[in-house]
């Protein structure tokens, strides 16, 4: 199984801030998918193929990475944004999901 | 709109069995590949269960293979979830999800979930 690692855990951030997490695969995958949950919430597609943003997706949004490191990147803060992300690979069966991310705003 | 709604979770007792059902809407349900996607307490998702649009594939990961099957009624706009030798493991948020196109392995429209808790 491809294990997904998230880091970190939980972060905070001010409004305008620039913010950056990663997902690490333990084996190599072509792309990396990322979902938002916002409490009480079903997950929402966020960006596909690795640096595709979903509809409705705002553009301070970015994902970018290769091989076994992938990440996701806020460019500016919002506190709309403050959410857990959660990255996603099909490379390799099964499919697995990383524990998360939980981004607050400080 | 797309939407998807589950039902049928509950409490079972370990051993026990259950049958989730999702009604889809607002897309042409008969084309689209679907699986099955289970969030736990510790908010852990965990993929159970995939079926292709005609019903014909299906997979599961180890940890429910011999347990779980899925299935689908095209004509009812349906997908289901049939658990049995339930286990306190398999306690979770279930919601059923869609993938955007054949052969893709993502979800683009998730449902809202149903609850099932297994327990004595």
């Known amino acids: 199984e491809n294990v997904l690692t998230q880091s970190p855990a939980i972060m905070s951030a001010s409004l305008g801030e620039k913010v950056t997490m990663s997902c690490r695969a333990s084996?190599?995958?072509?792309?990396m998918y990322w979902y938002q949950q916002k409490s009480d919430a079903s997950p929402k597609l966020w960006i596909y193929y690795t640096s595709n943003l979903a509809p409705g997706v705002p553009a301070r949004f970015s994902g970018s990475g290769s091989g076994n490191s992938y990440s996701l990147t806020i460019s500016s803060m919002e506190g709309e944004d403050a959410a857990t992300y959660y990255c996603q690979q099909f490379t390799s069966s099964p499919l697995t999901f990383g524990a998360g991310t939980k981004l607050e705003l400080k | 709109e797309v939407q998807l709604v589950e039902s049928g979770g509950g409490l079972v007792k370990p051993g026990g069995s259950l049958k989730l059902s999702c009604a889809a809407s607002g897309f042409a349900f008969s084309s689209y590949d679907m699986s099955w996607v289970r969030q736990t307490p510790e908010k852990r998702l965990e993929w159970v269960a995939y079926i292709s649009s005609g019903g014909g594939s299906t997979y599961y990961p180890d940890t429910v293979k011999g347990r779980f099957t899925i299935s689908r009624d095209n004509a009812k706009n349906t997908l289901y979830l049939q658990m049995s030798s339930l286990k306190s493991e398999d306690t979770a948020m279930y919601y059923c999800a869609r993938h955007p196109s054949t052969g893709t392995r993502y979800f683009d429209y998730w449902g809202q979930g149903t609850t099932l808790t297994v327990s004595s």
């Open positions: 084996s190599s995958v072509n792309y």
